[in-house]
C-alpha cells in the first residue's frame, strides 16, 4: 500500500500562488497515477487534476485549466500541484490520492478511489 502526506497550503489572497505537494512512501516501486481533489465546505470532493505514472498524460478540471499545473518528481516519490491566478471559490481542503489507473482518478470519481491523503487547507482572501 501506499502512504499519502499533502503540505503546502495556507492562506493567501486572490491573484496568488501556492504549491502544494504530495509525497508518497511505502509501495513506491510500484506505477501509481497520482492526482488531485478537493471539498470545500457542504460541498462533494471533486477533482481537480491527475498525472500519469509517465508523465505524459496530465488531465485537469475546467476549472483550474490554464491557472493550476501539476508534475511529478520521480526521485522523492512527490507529487506537485502549482496553483496559479487563485480565486476565494480555490478555498477548499486539498486531498491527494493514488491509483494505478489514471482514469480511475480523472473519471470514475472520489468514492472509489482507497488511497488518499489527509488533506492540506488552502484559504483565498478576496
Known amino acids: 500500500q501506499v502512504q499519502l502526506v499533502e503540505s503546502g497550503g495556507g492562506l493567501v489572497q486572490a491573484g496568488g500562488s501556492l504549491r502544494l505537494s504530495c509525497a508518497a512512501s511505502?509501495?513506491?516501486?510500484?506505477?501509481?497515477?497520482m492526482g488531485w481533489f478537493r471539498q470545500a465546505p457542504g460541498k462533494e470532493r471533486e477533482f481537480v487534476a491527475a498525472i500519469s505514472w509517465s508523465g505524459g498524460s496530465t488531465p485537469y478540471a475546467e476549472s483550474v485549466k490554464g491557472r493550476f499545473t501539476i508534475s511529478r518528481e520521480y526521485a522523492k516519490n512527490t507529487v506537485f500541484l502549482q496553483m496559479n491566478s487563485l480565486k476565494p471559490e480555490d478555498t477548499a481542503v486539498y486531498y491527494c490520492a493514488a491509483d494505478p489507473l489514471l482514469q480511475a482518478i480523472s473519471s470514475r470519481g472520489a468514492r472509489y478511489l482507497e488511497v488518499w491523503g489527509q488533506g492540506t487547507l488552502v484559504t483565498v482572501t478576496s
Open positions: 511505502g509501495r513506491t516501486n510500484s506505477r501509481y497515477a
